[in-house]
């Protein structure tokens, strides 16, 4: 029996149903994949066109290194190329706090102890600089020893390291420790001339800039800048001259049991500073002791009244204005004067005298009656050209001008305290220059601290045959007067002493002096002018004939020796030929 069966269906006009929203979740993906892609485009065209700057410098943090390319300060030199200031490198000592901390160096106790003992520090002071892990840089020492840096190396600390610097030495030392000053330990001028020309002796360090890889090496060079180097000090200082200065000055002081001193040379035909020193002084190389009023430059800070000194100013006026001529006599009997009930007089009775004996016997009548007879206006013109008052031309940091009133009315008294150097005040220095006038010929010059290559320009003040006579008659008061112990054997001197009482505070004059001597040598054609300050001798001896002015014939003499400087007196002292000893018939 047949079996029917049933028919097929046609699959190829069967149509396959697809899921529900299969087109709608591709059409998502879709989107979503475009709105991704479109979105990182975006950023990368924001990280590569527009905003590139910040990821290249994120990646120049990690890979760009630089270093500064450092330069030592400028010496200070004197005027025979002779170092006053050099800068010499030294090693530093600086730790890494996180690097010390990730290697577990503060463990080893016993090499930050003797880390410690090399510093001469404490050892918990010395951790307590190292203890903060977040630090990366910190100075444990600055500008030690080769020695101690050696050791530093030997302990190998892990995160402790040497650094190279520069530290400022002072060759001279206390010398010429007023006139050059000294720096901080970064090295940035601080008093002197380290501190006046602090840009022109630093120069400018230069930069090299390079790409390193994960590795650490170079792989790169992108920039390098040459350093500019500093400029070098010639100071018109001679140092053989200062030194002799400073020697003799100090042995002074200490002798006179003063409190302080100062002198300074200068050198008559150009201006220059020879020599500028003080006393005490201090040692810029060691500073442990440092006491501020040791660092201040006297010559140049404190003023005085010059007493005596300003007698031959008082004649030179005179002589200018016609008040008074070369041979002209002054009658200084009874010895004193009464001026508006106050009384003005000598030690003696001199009688009558020569404007010569007036400088010679420091006469404050003689000087008086001529300071009368000019009046105070050309009197104080006569002070205003000389230099008080004003600068010296130097330019150093803290210069005092002194004091020189001007006031519309002067007592008769207060004109005659002006002849012979009270009522008015002046620094070692502007002294020096006042000198300096009178043995050049009456022409002003500016002094100066550097060496000069030329004459520098000058002006006529005074007349020439004015000054020469007044240079004469200072010769007399070395020879004859009351400053022969200034005398150079060999040299004719021209100078002129000086001693004032201080004023107090409080007004009035106490019981301290002040002990001056100027001069001028040689006599017969001028080559220096010198000044000694004595302040407040602590002896019998405060005269300025006694303690001031054989500190100048010591300078002088070595003076004139160290610059090749001929006699001009072969009569002062018997000349001793050299001998010649040799020969069969030498005897022993």
């Known amino acids: 029996m047949a079996i029917k069966r049933a028919p097929k269906k046609n699959q190829r006009n069967t149509k396959k149903l697809s899921p529900a929203g299969t087109r709608w979740r591709f059409v998502t993906a879709l989107g979503v994949l475009f709105f991704v892609f479109s979105i990182l485009v975006a950023r990368a065209a924001y990280i590569q066109v527009i905003n590139p700057e910040q990821y290249s410098l994120q990646g120049d943090l990690r890979s760009l290194r630089s270093d500064s390319l450092g330069v030592q300060r400028g010496m200070i030199v004197d005027r025979n190329g002779r170092e006053l200031a050099v800068s010499v490198p030294v090693e530093t000592v600086w730790a890494d706090p996180k690097r010390i901390a990730e290697s577990g160096a503060l463990a080893d106790q016993r090499r930050w102890q ?122 018109s200082i001679d140092q053989r001259i200062q030194a002799t200065a400073y020697t003799e000055l100090k042995k002074a002081v200490r002798y006179n049991q003063a409190t302080s001193g100062s002198a300074v040379v200068v050198n008559v035909k150009t201006g220059e500073l020879l020599a500028m020193v003080n006393s005490p002084s201090y040692n810029p190389n060691n500073r442990a002791d440092l006491q501020s009023f040791k660092m201040r430059n006297r010559t140049i800070t404190d003023a005085y009244e010059p007493g005596s000194t300003v007698k031959p100013l008082v004649v030179l006026s005179a002589l200018e204005h016609g008040t008074h001529k070369v041979g002209d006599i002054i009658d200084t009997n009874p010895g004193w004067l009464r001026i508006g009930g106050r009384r003005v007089s000598d030690h003696r009775n001199l009688g009558k005298l020569s404007l010569t004996e007036v400088l010679e016997h420091s006469s404050n009548v003689g000087v008086t009656t001529m300071a009368l007879e000019l009046g105070v206006d050309k009197l104080l013109e006569t002070y205003f050209d000389a230099g008080f008052g004003s600068d010296t031309g130097v330019s150093l940091l803290g210069e ?178 050299a001998g010649f000893v040799g020969g069969a018939d030498a005897t022993p």
């Not at 530290?167 to 006139?179: C, D, F, K, L, M």
């Not at 992108?222 to 400029?231: E, L, N, V, Y």
């Not at 007349?463 to 022969?484: C, F, I, K, Q, Y």
């Open 114 to 235: 003797a880390l410690a003992e090399t510093f001469r520090m404490n050892r918990d002071e010395l951790l307590a600089k190292v203890d903060d892990p977040e630090r990366r840089f910190v100075y444990l020492q600055r500008k030690v020893s080769p020695s101690e840096a050696d050791y530093v190396r030997q302990l190998g600390i892990p995160g402790v390291y040497l650094k190279t610097e520069s530290r400022r030495y002072y060759p001279t030392g206390e010398i010429s420790a007023h006139v050059v000053g000294i720096t901080n330990i970064d090295g940035q001028g601080q008093e002197g001339l380290e501190l006046l020309y602090d840009d022109h002796l630093t120069g400018t360090p230069g930069k090299r800039v390079y790409r390193k890889d994960a590795q650490g090496r170079v792989i790169e060079e992108i920039s390098q800048t040459d350093a500019q180097p500093p400029k070098q000090l010639t100071l």
């Open 400 to 577: 005092s001008y002194g004091l020189l009133t001007t006031r519309r009315r002067w007592s008769d008294f207060e004109l005659a305290t002006l002849s012979y150097g009270y009522g008015l005040s002046a620094t070692t220095l502007q002294l020096a220059k006042a000198y300096t006038m009178i043995a050049n010929g009456g022409r002003d010059m500016p002094l100066t601290v550097f060496r000069r290559e030329s004459k520098p320009e000058s002006e006529q003040v005074f007349n020439p045959d004015n000054t020469r006579a007044v240079l004469h008659m200072m010769e007399r008061v070395v020879s004859d007067g009351t400053a022969t112990a200034a005398q150079v054997p060999g040299y004719r001197i021209a100078g002129k002493t000086g001693t004032s009482r201080k004023a107090r505070a409080t007004g009035g004059y106490g019981d301290e002096y002040v002990a001056l001597f100027a001069g001028i040598a040689p006599a017969s054609n001028p080559e220096v002018v010198v000044v000694v300050t004595i302040n407040e001798p602590g002896t019998d001896d405060y005269y300025g004939g006694t303690a001031a002015a054989p500190v100048f014939s010591s300078i002088v003499s070595q003076t004139m020796r160290l610059l090749n400087v001929p006699p001009d007196d072969m009569t002062s002292q018997p000349m001793k030929a």
